[in-house]
């Protein structure tokens, strides 16, 4: 299997900072919230395996198979 290194890099910082909007404000380059949840969902797609849960309005929480990538990371 072949994963994309921007698609890790997004689940990267979406990790780090709790959910998608903080994850596009914090990223090195310029993109949006809707292009990081992309990024995280084919990730999430290609694993078949869900890396967040919703925990709040814009907060997320890493799942175990998350926290395990994190770790990788």
């Known amino acids: ?15 780090r900072e709790g959910g998608f909007a903080a994850a596009a404000r914090a990223f090195p380059y310029p993109i949006t919230q809707p292009g990081v949840h ?17 925990v709040g309005h814009d907060r997320m929480a890493l799942t175990d198979g998350g926290r395990a990538l994190y770790a990788f990371c």
Do not use: C, N, P, S
């Open 38 to 54: 992309r990024q995280v969902r084919k990730l999430e797609d290609e694993l078949e395996l869900k890396l967040f849960e919703r």
């Open 1 to 15: 299997m072949t994963i994309q290194l921007h698609r890790l890099e997004g689940f990267y910082w979406v990790a």
